[in-house]
């Protein structure tokens, strides 16, 4: 890895104006890499024009706001693309009028950006464990800005360091981030502490799940549902996929939502004691072995991804029963 860490380093030292970017529908990993490396990146390179784009998060806009700029910014710029290597799922596609591209993840997907760079480290458990990896190996200073924002990002895409891709490096990178001398109480205080209302929301859901005979257990979100509840799609999705974790006898969770913006239905997949991101690279998606997601056309196609998980969560029980 260090020596694509040094090649990153020599583009950047070339460059005038980096424009990073990152996945849509960002989450703590996305915004939380994408923001901690145009930290880093100012402090160690004030002469140069850094930004940040793309859509936004409610949930984790504490993070950081992201910048507006002209077309024109990205003559002769250098993209850099955090957490995501799949083209569709990059917010803002602008990044193709770059003269170089970067891509910086962690997921299983392969890359279909043409003449882009990588750096992929399938083995970390987020986005900012390579980022912050990169910076402490490259000797970069390491602001307590950006320390934050990759430390929330290595909590959330790690189930606060819960998940099976959490590795001793995992938590050595953690380790440094708070001795920069981050308030980790306040980071999780932003993620984790939720209204009155917000609790009883999700107690209204919880009592919409349903299981199938296997015990996958699911949510669907139409868009009549989004109205009915007053909720926004980010809410319903990513918001409510883990009101189904830590059940008894449960293993695999999913989560359907209409997506306004598109007119399709996000899949949130989520698993505990096995891997079903070949479930969701089937139907187009990708991720974590545990943790993945997908985009559908339409609800119709449920009852055919429900039947997969159920088989797998017969295949779970088979093995573990033998």
């Not at 099976?164 to 440094?176: R, V």
């Not at 917000?198 to 015990?215: G, H, I, P, W």
């Not at 998606?285 to 055919?304: K, L, N, V």
Request: glycine share 6%.
């Amino acid at each position: 890895m260090k020596k694509l860490y040094k090649a990153i380093l020599k583009d950047i030292k070339k460059h005038d104006t980096i424009i990073i970017h990152r996945h849509t529908n960002p989450d703590g990993d996305a915004m939380g890499s994408q923001i901690g490396l145009s930290l880093i990146l100012k402090k160690n390179f004030p002469n140069k024009e850094i930004y940040v784009v793309g859509d936004t998060n409610k949930r984790v806009d504490f993070i950081g706001q992201m910048d507006e700029i002209a077309d024109e910014k990205y003559q002769n710029a250098l993209v850099i693309i955090c957490d995501v290597a799949v083209s569709s799922m990059i917010s803002d596609d602008r990044y193709k009028l770059a003269s170089k591209v970067w891509i910086i993840d962690h997921h299983k997907n392969t890359s279909d950006i043409e003449g882009a760079s990588l750096i992929i480290n399938s083995h970390a458990a987020a986005a900012c464990e390579v980022v912050a990896d990169m910076a402490f190996k490259l000797k970069l200073h390491v602001t307590k800005g950006a320390a934050e924002a990759l430390y929330t990002g290595l909590i959330t895409d790690s189930g606060r360091f819960q998940y099976s891709d959490t590795t001793p490096k995992t938590l050595m990178i953690g380790a440094c981030l708070m001795d920069i001398g981050i308030n980790v109480q306040a980071i999780y205080d932003k993620l984790y502490v939720e209204t009155l209302e917000s609790k009883k929301l999700k107690a209204t859901f919880t009592e919409r799940m349903k299981v199938t005979d296997k015990n996958v257990a699911y949510l669907i979100n139409t868009k009549e549902d989004l109205e009915k509840y007053n909720v926004d799609f980010n809410t319903a999705s990513r918001g409510m996929v883990n009101i189904m974790a830590g059940i008894e006898g449960i293993n695999i969770w999913c989560n359907f939502t209409y997506n306004p913006q598109n007119e399709k239905v996000i899949c949130e997949f989520r698993s505990r004691g096995m891997s079903i991101v070949d479930i969701a690279k089937k139907y187009g998606g990708g991720g974590h072995d545990q943790a993945c997601g997908a985009t559908i056309d339409s609800f119709d196609m449920i009852p055919s991804l429900l039947a997969d998980f159920d088989n797998r969560m017969e295949e779970y029980l088979n093995e573990t029963n033998s």
